[in-house]
């Protein structure tokens, strides 16, 4: 059963609402790894329309943020990202054709993939936190709190804290507002923030029609290949099993009952490994799906596949028209903005836990969460299972 798509103001907010973790990546692999602007834009638009569409649902659409990160932290280059790209593409379809996925579903108790959903709620609100204070990976990178504004603090408060206090509160205030959604608000308001601080898009003489390029990054060889699988893929694997699969089929679920009939383990592992194949040709970076990204598009306001439809029409409607320059437009937006968008997305998705039953499984999640903050989600959700199983046993209590 699939409900009618609303393109309203709420499906906008929603829209909208994860944000936070797709730019500052996504930039981030422009600037620092030589991905093609034009080709990644347009494939993450293409990506949400076309997953809204087969989906009938709210479906995220979110870099592979192992890869991003150690990507973007040792400068590598475009070839190498690409190679990882048609690895994790290639991974997912077998995954997904010879049943892998069920089987390892089958296995991973409800427990782990609450602790999955725990960690990356908590992993979002550390991360819009860092944006807040200016101490992110990016923001480092440039050396700068909020990189692109002129006004850099106000009287002795940075203004990225300045701008976080007072739109958490106006965030608060709106969050079930129906009239003047929070999400909505956030972003056209930081952005008029943003210009007026001083952020400029320079976009003169940019604007026109820009089509995306076949393989415009210089392809991978073998070598390029090799490094990727085992520097980039094999780390990234686990955690896009957990949290862009499991964990999330699971809250869409949870969200969405009988509508997200679609969304399905096998089904997500096939449209991501489309999708990968499709940034490869486009010289795009790794995408997947996400527990966190649907907590915050839902948190932010959408209920149907109507917000894929918007925000995905944004980022192709900038891609072609202004092609390379697209990035230009993002830098209206300051940086202590998509921080608030990651911490309210991130609360709402660490509430999931609140149906764990007995003290057995809230240790399993909490065990997930503390190997997860001490060294990634891919150990974490790893180490859970083992946990987890280990628990079953009835001698064993905590």
């Known amino acids: ?106 296995y991973t108790p409800h427990a782990v993939i609450r602790g999955v959903q725990l960690s990356t709620g908590a992993l979002l609100i550390a991360g819009g936190i860092r944006f807040i204070i200016g101490t992110s990976a990016f923001q480092q990178l440039h050396h700068s709190a909020e990189p692109y504004l002129a006004v850099q603090s106000l009287g002795p408060l940075p203004i990225g804290i300045v701008i976080g206090i007072a739109g958490s ?21 930081g952005m008029i923030a943003g210009f007026l601080l001083g952020a400029r898009p320079g976009l003169t003489g940019a604007v026109g029609l820009h089509l995306p390029q076949f393989l415009p990054v210089e392809p ?9 699988l085992f520097a980039l893929v094999l780390p990234q694997l686990p955690m896009t099993l957990g949290n862009a699969v499991l964990a999330y089929t699971d809250l869409s679920g949870n969200y969405f009952g009988e509508q997200s009939a679609r969304v399905t383990n096998r089904n997500v ?13 486009l010289g795009g970076m790794p995408l997947c799906h996400g527990a966190g990204g649907l907590a915050a598009h839902y948190r932010f306001g959408a209920r149907t596949a109507g917000s894929n439809l918007i925000i995905g029409s ?19 937006l300051p940086l202590a903005i998509l921080g608030i968008l990651l911490v309210f997305a991130g609360s709402q ?10 003290r057995k499984e809230y240790f399993v999640a909490t065990v997930i969460l503390g190997i997860t903050l001490a060294t990634s989600l ?16 009835e001698k064993l209590s905590v």
Request: aromatic share 10%.
């Open 378 to 393: 891919a150990i974490g959700f790893t180490a859970g299972l083992l946990v987890a199983w280990l628990l079953r046993w």
């Open 314 to 332: 944004i980022f192709l409607l900038l891609s072609l028209l202004l092609g390379e320059h697209i990035i230009g437009v993002f830098r209206l």
């Open 1 to 106: 059963m699939s409900v009618p798509m609303r393109f309203d103001r709420l499906e906008m907010a929603g829209a909208l609402g994860d944000i936070g973790t797709l730019l500052p990546i996504a930039v981030a692999m422009v600037l620092v790894n030589g991905m093609n602007p034009l080709g990644l834009f347009f494939t993450v638009g293409l990506f949400f329309i076309a997953s809204g569409l087969f989906f009938r649902v709210t479906v995220p659409v979110q870099p592979m943020k192992v890869i991003g990160a150690y990507a973007i932290a040792t400068s590598m280059t475009g070839s190498q990202v690409m190679a990882s790209t048609l690895l994790m593409g290639v991974f997912l379809m077998l995954i997904a054709l010879t049943g892998a996925i069920d089987q390892i579903k089958k």
């Open 269 to 281: 592992c096939l449209s991501m490994a489309l999708a990968n194949f499709f940034s490869f040709c």
């Open 349 to 358: 998705l660490t509430l999931t836990i609140m149906d764990l039953e007995g």
């Open 169 to 189: 509160l106006v965030t608060l205030l709106l969050l079930e507002n129906r009239k003047y959604p929070a999400g909505l608000v956030m972003v056209i308001g």
């Open 220 to 228: 991978p060889g073998r070598v390029d290949f090799t490094f990727a």
